[in-house]
């Protein structure tokens, strides 16, 4: 179990969106509340403009972590917050493409109904 400190910047999935904030579970122990006041600087009207159900975020911990509920406040405001995946080279597909798929796929099909009339005549 981790106990999260003030200052500190944690990584979360984002498990619910509501009018006041946004939910963050960190671990399998811990989760936190984004209140819309720690969102941005600015007016927020939605706090579902800034994130989505399943997105993986950062965020800072604005006060030590309840040990007895679980439970971390957090903060995206002027942070980073957002995760983004570079690729690093572009995925080039190769010269067979499905060709090995389509070529294999007429014996496993032979060989799975082969099992399945194997199974049948012993019942």
Same mark, same amino acid.
Not at 18 to 40: A, Q
Not at 52 to 61: D, N, P, S
Not at 100 to 119: A, D, F, H, N
């Given at each position: 179990?981790?106990?999260?400190?003030?200052?500190?910047?944690?990584?979360?999935?984002?498990?619910?969106?509501?009018?006041?904030?946004?939910?963050? %579970?960190?671990?399998?122990?811990? #989760?936190?509340?984004?209140?819309?006041?720690? +969102? /941005?600087?600015?007016?927020? =009207?939605?706090?579902?403009?800034?994130?989505?159900?399943?997105?993986?975020?950062?965020?800072?911990?604005?006060?030590?972590?309840?040990?007895? %509920?679980?439970?971390?406040?957090? #903060?995206?405001?002027?942070?980073?917050?957002? +995760? /983004?995946?570079?690729?690093? =080279?572009?995925?080039?597909?190769?010269?067979?493409?499905?060709?090995?798929?389509?070529?294999?796929?007429?014996?496993?099909?032979?060989?799975?109904?082969?099992?399945?009339?194997?199974?049948?005549?012993?019942?």
């Amino acid at each position: 179990m981790n106990q999260y400190k003030k200052g500190e910047i944690v990584t979360g999935c984002v498990t619910g969106i509501e009018k006041y904030g946004i939910f963050v %579970s960190l671990d399998d122990y811990y #989760s936190g509340l984004i209140h819309i006041s720690e +969102i /941005s600087e600015s007016f927020v =009207k939605n706090p579902g403009d800034y994130v989505r159900v399943g997105e993986t975020i950062r965020a800072l911990v604005i006060d030590d972590s309840d040990i007895d %509920s679980y439970h971390v406040r957090l #903060s995206i405001k002027n942070i980073n917050y957002k +995760i /983004s995946y570079k690729r690093n =080279k572009k995925i080039l597909e190769t010269p067979n493409g499905f060709n090995t798929l389509r070529k294999s796929l007429p014996m496993w099909i032979s060989q799975k109904k082969q099992e399945i009339m194997q199974k049948m005549q012993k019942n």
